[in-house]
């Protein structure tokens, strides 16, 4: 049985305050990066034993009261060692979304789910959040909402085409 993270909901609160989520505009086949990764797993013994050890420290970080920000320096370090998994997990457009979002004021971020497109995740103070999006005013913003009831499916690749504007949406 999975067990809910127990979070203050101040902390909680504090948490999705500094969360930005972009859509990259770029589609991928997730099994064909995951295959890949699977392909070098034991060269990456080291690496993926280090992503593990970051679990527990992002746990106990949301647990305890240590400021946040570090939080958004373990997203750096953890993007940093699932990047370097295998050549597919990032590529030249990811890399410069990534770069745009740390130059504008992101303390780390990571792509999430296998790799090589879909959404970023970053973890960026409430008062640089503007700088952020204005680096990324080409990609969608999606705020994420940490108490949602599960997984929703929250974009479907149609909307794709709107107008900015009428692609940005919060996630409840």
């Given at each position: 049985?999975?067990?809910?993270?127990?979070?203050?909901?101040?902390?909680?609160?504090?948490?999705?305050?500094?969360?930005?989520?972009?859509?990259?505009?770029?589609?991928?086949?997730?099994?064909?990066?995951?295959?890949?990764?699977?392909?070098?797993?034991?060269?990456?013994?080291?690496?993926?034993?280090?992503?593990r050890?970051?679990?527990?420290?992002?746990?106990?970080?949301?647990?305890?009261s240590?400021?946040?920000?570090?939080?958004?320096?373990?997203?750096?370090?953890?993007?940093?060692?699932?990047?370097?998994?295998?050549?597919?997990?990032?590529?030249?457009?990811?890399?410069?979304?990534y770069?745009k979002?740390?130059?504008?004021?992101?303390?780390g971020?990571?792509?999430?789910?296998?790799?090589?497109?879909?959404?970023?995740?970053?973890?960026?103070?409430p008062?640089?959040?503007?700088?952020?999006?204005?680096?990324?005013?080409?990609?969608?913003?999606?705020?994420?909402?940490?108490?949602?009831?599960?997984?929703?499916?929250?974009?479907?690749?149609?909307n794709?085409?709107?107008?900015?504007?009428?692609?940005?949406?919060?996630?409840?």
């Amino acid at each position: 049985m999975v067990h809910p993270i127990p979070i203050l909901p101040a902390r909680l609160l504090e948490l999705e305050s500094c969360l930005m989520m972009f859509y990259t505009g770029l589609e991928r086949r997730a099994e064909d990066v995951v295959k890949a990764q699977l392909e070098n797993v034991g060269a990456n013994t080291d690496r993926y034993r280090r992503m593990r050890a970051q679990v527990d420290r992002a746990y106990d970080l949301l647990t305890g009261s240590a400021p946040l920000a570090i939080f958004g320096e373990l997203l750096d370090a953890a993007w940093k060692e699932k990047r370097a998994l295998h050549s597919v997990i990032s590529n030249s457009n990811v890399d410069a979304i990534y770069a745009k979002a740390m130059d504008a004021g992101a303390l780390g971020g990571k792509l999430l789910g296998a790799g090589a497109g879909g959404f970023m995740l970053f973890f960026v103070p409430p008062e640089r959040q503007r700088r952020v999006e204005a680096a990324l005013a080409d990609h969608c913003l999606i705020r994420p909402h940490l108490n949602a009831p599960g997984s929703q499916v929250i974009f479907d690749g149609m909307n794709a085409r709107a107008p900015m504007a009428e692609r940005r949406w919060g996630v409840a």
